[in-house]
C-alpha cells in the first residue's frame, strides 16, 4: 500500500534527473511532469545545472519566460543544431522579403489593370500553366513580359519582343 505522505509527482526534471523533486525544486514550476520532452531537450542542450544556476539567477516573474526562450531554442537545435532558431529565422525573414517582392509585383499589375495598360486576361488563352502563350493573342501591338512574375502581358502601346527585349536592347 502507498504511503499517504506521498501528494505530487515529481516534476519532469526530477523525474528525468533520478532524483527525489522536493517542495522547493526550482524546476517544478515550469516542467510539470506531463511534458517531460520539454525538460529532456533543454537539459541535453544546455545542462540542468546550468539551467539551475540561470533560474536562480533570474527574477521569479521572469523565470517562466526564461524558461519558455530555452525550451524554445532547446528545440530549435535539436532540429537544427548549427543555426538553432537563428536558421528558423533566416527562413522566415527570407520568406517575408519574397512575398514582399511578390505583393510588389501584384500591386504594380493592379495599377496597370486600373488605368487600363493591360487588357484583363482571357481565361481560354491561358495555358496549362497559367502562363498566357508567347504569340497568337490576336494582339497586334506585341507584348511583353512583367520581370517579377514572368507572365506575359499583350500590349497596344509597345512593340516589344515576347523576352522583352526591345530592338535598342533595353529592357
Not at 523525474?15 to 516542467?31: E, G, S
Request: glycine residues 6%; contains cysteine.
Amino acid at each position: 500500500m502507498a504511503s499517504s505522505s506521498y501528494s505530487n509527482p515529481p516534476c519532469a526534471a526530477c523525474k528525468c534527473l533520478r532524483r527525489k523533486c522536493m517542495p522547493d525544486c526550482i524546476f517544478a514550476p515550469y516542467f510539470p511532469p506531463d511534458e517531460p520532452q520539454k525538460f529532456i531537450n533543454v537539459h541535453k542542450i544546455f545542462g540542468a545545472s546550468n539551467v539551475s544556476k540561470l533560474l536562480n539567477d533570474v527574477p521569479p516573474h521572469q523565470r517562466e519566460d526564461a524558461v519558455n526562450s530555452l525550451a524554445y531554442e532547446a528545440e530549435a537545435r535539436m532540429k537544427d543544431p548549427v543555426y538553432g532558431c537563428v536558421g528558423a529565422i533566416s527562413v522566415l525573414q527570407r520568406q517575408v522579403m519574397r512575398l514582399q517582392k511578390e505583393l510588389d509585383a501584384t500591386n504594380a499589375d493592379i495599377i496597370r489593370y486600373a488605368y487600363n495598360e493591360i487588357p484583363p486576361p482571357q481565361p481560354k488563352a491561358a495555358s496549362q500553366y497559367g502562363r498566357r502563350p508567347a504569340s497568337g493573342h490576336g494582339v497586334s501591338g506585341g507584348g511583353s513580359f512583367n520581370q517579377n512574375s514572368e507572365f506575359y502581358y499583350p500590349s497596344q502601346w509597345n512593340n516589344n519582343d515576347p523576352s522583352g527585349d526591345d530592338e535598342s536592347g533595353n529592357m
